[in-house]
């Protein structure tokens, strides 16, 4: 079952919870009680077999190679 963070509107407390994919986007509860937390965009990095973290082109920049579903560079 995957994690999600949220943020509580009420005393701003970012905390995780536990939840099906189905219940991801579900107001929750806070540690401390308040009702309505919202659910955060999660950040992730990607690593590749050498280690090295895949990063997105900067969204200013030019694709130097086109096709595929990251600009050609899925092998």
Not at 12 to 30: G, L, Q, Y
Request: net charge negative; glycine share 14%.
């Amino acid at each position: 079952m995957p994690t999600y963070e949220f943020r509580c509107a009420t005393c701003e407390t970012v905390f995780e919870d536990r939840r099906s994919m189905a219940a991801a986007d579900d107001p929750a509860t806070c540690p401390d009680g308040h009702v309505g937390a919202k659910r955060l965009l999660s950040v992730f990095a990607a690593t590749s077999g050498g280690g090295d973290t895949l990063r997105a082109a900067p969204s200013n920049s030019t694709p130097s190679h086109s096709g595929g579903c990251c600009g050609g560079g899925c092998h």
